[in-house]
């Protein structure tokens, strides 16, 4: 099987036959035409390998970039979305019953916490969380019903591990499917299916795409689920339109080598940050000091580009820091080349209440930072200069 960057640079780009163009043609267009009647049936029974019919379905140049992505997650299949929520709402979905009870891990993303814990109770199904980092959480929380069991690892922002094969275990021991959002790691650092996982989610809008430039998402699994999770897009519409498709087709060229940078970057920044006074705790899963450092080594193939960190004081403390940095920017998303500081407590985490964010362990003074692919002593200088202000 070729490498990471062998497969950013090749996988699903041949030439385009017609003109001997190296990239091919974004295809923007909401449907098809067809020069015989006799081939409607065919292109609407096999979309997007027969034929096309219209674009919300399936769109050539959106299909080479789920090509792309199955490849990356070892998975048989992958599927495109308008954003990472369109993914993961879609793809929960396809997996739900009437009842069906999800289980899921506390520190989730805010949008997916909104979604679980706030709207599948509304509409007839029920969800748990339960606490992260200590699977037999997991085990106790499983329930006959349970259809889903929905986890992130590393968390955001507080970049705790889940053991994805003994969630799997567990989940597939009760006959439900277990679903990971890969975000925070990449495809690069972590391929959950190959652990057990039965679907990945990705905000591709990340390190996907990497250049802060646009939304998406996807979904990546075997075949039957993609199937089952593009039947569930087609109707809830949430496809992905060709131009930004072929925008994350060229991200992903450079993702290998942006995620190795990112992830040598993130290492001396967390070394840094873990030897400067004015920082109470740092959240790196590289750190020999984390708490899962050895599951980190067990589950990762690189630490990731995501950390963060306690500063001494209160939130003005935190707040000063990210008004000081200059080479980073204060702002939310993460994923792409530039380095990103946020404070997840007022920005990023606010759908949870006070106290799940307590529980969470979100406190005001929590920094979380995107480590871009800027020069390691530009953005170790910057972190000085903030913390010295903070
Ligand atoms: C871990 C994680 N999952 C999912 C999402 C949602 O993705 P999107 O904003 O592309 O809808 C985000 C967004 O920040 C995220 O951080």
Same mark, same amino acid.
């Given at each position: 099987?070729?490498?990471?960057?062998?497969?950013?640079?090749?996988?699903?780009?041949?030439?385009?036959?017609?003109?001997?163009?190296? +990239?091919?043609?974004?295809?923007?267009?909401?449907?098809?035409?067809?020069?015989?009647?006799?081939?409607?049936?065919?292109? #609407?029974?096999?979309?997007?390998?027969?034929?096309?019919?219209?674009?919300?379905?399936?769109?050539?140049?959106?299909?080479?970039?789920?090509?792309?992505?199955?490849?990356?997650?070892?998975?048989?299949?992958?599927?495109?979305?308008?954003?990472?929520?369109?993914? /993961?709402?879609?793809?929960?979905?396809?997996?739900?019953?009437?009842?069906?009870? #999800?289980?899921?891990?506390?520190?989730?993303?805010?949008?997916?916490?909104?979604?679980?814990?706030?709207?599948?109770?509304?509409?007839?199904?029920?969800?748990?969380?339960?606490?992260?980092?200590?699977?037999?959480?997991?085990?106790?929380?499983?329930? &006959?019903?349970?259809? +889903?069991?929905?986890? &992130?690892?590393?968390?955001?922002?507080?970049?705790?591990?889940?053991? /994805?094969?003994?969630?799997?275990?567990?989940?597939?021991?009760?006959?439900?499917?277990?679903?990971?959002?890969?975000?925070?790691?990449?495809?690069?650092?972590?391929?959950?299916?190959?652990?057990?996982?039965?679907?990945?989610?990705?905000?591709?809008?990340?390190?996907?795409?990497?250049?802060?430039?646009? /939304?998406?998402?996807?979904?990546?699994?075997?075949?039957?689920?993609?199937?089952?999770? $593009?039947?569930?897009?087609? &109707?809830?519409?949430?496809?992905?339109?060709?131009?930004?498709?072929?925008?994350?087709?060229?991200?992903?060229?450079?993702?290998? +080598?942006?995620?190795?940078?990112?992830?040598?970057?993130?290492?001396?920044?967390?070394?840094?940050?873990?030897?400067?006074?004015?920082?109470?705790?740092?959240?790196?899963?590289?750190? $020999?000091?984390?708490?899962?450092?050895?599951?980190?080594?067990?589950?990762?193939?690189?630490?990731?580009?995501?950390?963060?960190?306690? +500063?001494?004081?209160?939130?003005?403390?935190?707040?000063?820091?990210?008004?000081? #940095? $200059? #080479?980073?920017?204060?702002?939310?998303?993460?994923?792409?080349? &530039?380095?990103?500081?946020?404070?997840?407590?007022?920005?990023?985490?606010?759908?949870?209440?006070?106290?799940?964010?307590? $529980?969470?362990?979100?406190?005001?003074?929590?920094?979380?930072?995107?480590?871009?692919?800027?020069?390691?002593?530009?953005? /170790?200088?910057?972190?000085?200069?903030?913390?010295?202000?903070?």
């Amino acid at each position: 099987m070729p490498g990471d960057s062998t497969k950013s640079v090749h996988e699903a780009e041949p030439f385009d036959e017609e003109t001997g163009s190296l +990239i091919a043609p974004i295809y923007e267009t909401s449907t098809f035409g067809f020069a015989r009647a006799a081939d409607v049936p065919l292109a #609407v029974a096999g979309s997007g390998e027969k034929g096309y019919t219209y674009s919300r379905w399936d769109n050539p140049t959106v299909v080479r970039l789920e090509k792309k992505l199955g490849a990356f997650e070892h998975a048989g299949a992958g599927a495109a979305f308008s954003s990472g929520m369109a993914a /993961i709402s879609t793809a929960v979905f396809a997996f739900l019953k009437g009842g069906s009870h #999800v289980l899921a891990i506390r520190d989730l993303y805010g949008g997916t916490f909104g979604l679980l814990h706030d709207m599948l109770p509304g509409l007839g199904f029920s969800t748990d969380l339960v606490d992260t980092g200590d699977v037999s959480a997991l085990e106790s929380g499983l329930r &006959e019903n349970t259809s +889903i069991v929905y986890i &992130e690892s590393p968390t955001n922002p507080t970049l705790k591990l889940v053991d /994805i094969g003994k969630a799997a275990k567990l989940a597939h021991a009760n006959g439900a499917l277990l679903m990971v959002d890969n975000t925070f790691a990449s495809p690069v650092n972590q391929n959950p299916l190959d652990l057990g996982a039965d679907v990945v989610v990705h905000s591709a809008t990340k390190y996907l795409n990497g250049h802060a430039d646009l /939304i998406a998402g996807a979904a990546m699994a075997n075949r039957e689920r993609i199937r089952k999770i $593009k039947m569930m897009r087609r &109707e809830l519409g949430g496809t992905l339109d060709p131009l930004p498709a072929w925008l994350v087709l060229r991200g992903m060229k450079t993702m290998a +080598i942006r995620v190795r940078q990112q992830n040598a970057n993130a290492m001396a920044l967390a070394e840094f940050l873990s030897s400067h006074k004015k920082v109470t705790a740092v959240h790196y899963p590289g750190l $020999k000091t984390h708490p899962q450092h050895e599951l980190a080594r067990k589950q990762m193939r690189g630490f990731g580009g995501m950390l963060s960190f306690e +500063i001494k004081g209160t939130s003005r403390n935190a707040m000063r820091f990210t008004e000081n #940095v $200059k #080479v980073a920017t204060l702002a939310a998303s993460l994923g792409g080349v &530039e380095t990103l500081v946020s404070q997840p407590y007022n920005m990023t985490h606010t759908q949870m209440s006070a106290e799940d964010r307590g $529980k969470a362990g979100i406190p005001e003074t929590l920094v979380r930072v995107s480590v871009g692919i800027e020069d390691v002593d530009d953005l /170790i200088e910057d972190f000085r200069r903030g913390l010295s202000a903070a």
